[in-house]
């Protein structure tokens, strides 16, 4: 191909998929009580330690990546070939100014380069699915113009329902207030979250107990569900694996047809949402919210 296909560990693009197809990834920052790693999509993360680390008090914070950092992923790239970037939501961190600050440095720099940088408005593995379909697209010989057009014009098909077992993280990471936090706790009530068209996460409902939210992940995600052949699915969780068989099991069982992974939920998305997350994200009709 005349142009490299390239996208970041926001999406929480499973390794070994990554690997399969060798698609170029920018590894996204995180500390876990003050110590930095870089999330490269597992391949150096044991996941359960992680996650019980923070159940036991560590403190997991993201960051953005600036400029020369870009700069140092882009510049070996467009010496030689143009490049089709897939981003990860522009309304959930400003990383994208440091992104495009970079890009536009470097093409005053190689003017006879070209590059196209996708807003995909999502994260994690609704941001995975549009990666994989649009790479399909790229080994089968679309133009990076025919591509970045597919994800823009199919990015609100990618979805997610999630929801996450302790309201603390949400309390601590400011998306929920104390008293909602506590009252939540206190009527073991479960937040309905959802990605959004305005590539945000938003809280869409209320359930009461584990049981009632794995069901109504159900409810809500099979009928948004329009081809099954065409669709892809993941089941994340934040180390709660036989939660995440329960409702992969939910889901097979409704829809025999489609292709669904179980997958981990990544560490820079984990920070937020705390160990106990449980989602599906899946290509299906358009975002509702």
């Known amino acids: ?30 500390a876990l009580d003050g110590k930095e790693y ?9 996941h359960k330690a992680y996650y019980t680390a923070i159940r036991n008090g560590a403190t997991a914070v993201t960051s953005a990546l600036n400029k020369e950092a870009y700069l140092e992923y882009f510049e070996p790239i467009l010496r030689e070939k143009d490049l089709l970037f897939l981003a990860f939501s522009s309304q959930m961190s400003g990383t994208i100014v440091s992104l495009r600050a970079a890009v536009d440095e470097l093409l005053k720099k190689y003017p006879e380069r070209k590059c ?13 699915i549009l990666v994989l379909k649009a790479h399909e697209m ?19 098909r990618a979805n997610a329902i999630l929801t996450v077992d302790d309201l603390k993280y949400l309390k601590r990471g400011g998306r929920l207030s104390a008293t909602s936090a506590v009252l939540g706790t206190m009527l073991d009530l479960k937040p309905i979250v959802m990605i959004g068209r305005n590539g945000k996460m938003v809280s869409t409902d209320k359930v009461r107990g584990r049981k009632k939210a794995i069901n109504y992940i159900v409810e809500k995600s099979v ?7 065409e669709a892809l699915g993941f089941v994340l969780h934040a180390d709660c694996p036989e939660d995440a068989q329960t409702l992969y099991g939910m889901l097979h069982e409704k829809l ?6 179980i997958a981990p939920v990544g560490p820079v998305i984990g920070a937020h949402c705390g160990p106990g997350t449980l989602a599906f994200c899946f290509l299906g009709k358009e975002r509702t919210v």
Do not use: H
């Open 1 to 30: 191909m005349d142009y490299v296909f390239m996208t970041d560990s926001d999406s929480d693009l499973p390794y070994d998929l990554k690997e399969k197809y060798n698609i170029p990834v920018v590894y996204m920052p995180y």
């Open 38 to 46: 870089f999330d490269d999509l597992g391949q150096t993360l044991d």
């Open 116 to 128: 196209i940088v996708v807003d995909t408005m999502s994260i994690s593995c609704p941001m995975a």
């Open 138 to 156: 790229y080994r089968a010989g679309k133009s990076m113009e025919e591509v970045a057009a597919w994800v823009e014009q199919n990015r609100f």
């Open 223 to 229: 009928p948004a569900v329009e081809d099954q052949k």
């Open 256 to 261: 025999p047809e489609m292709e669904i992974r």
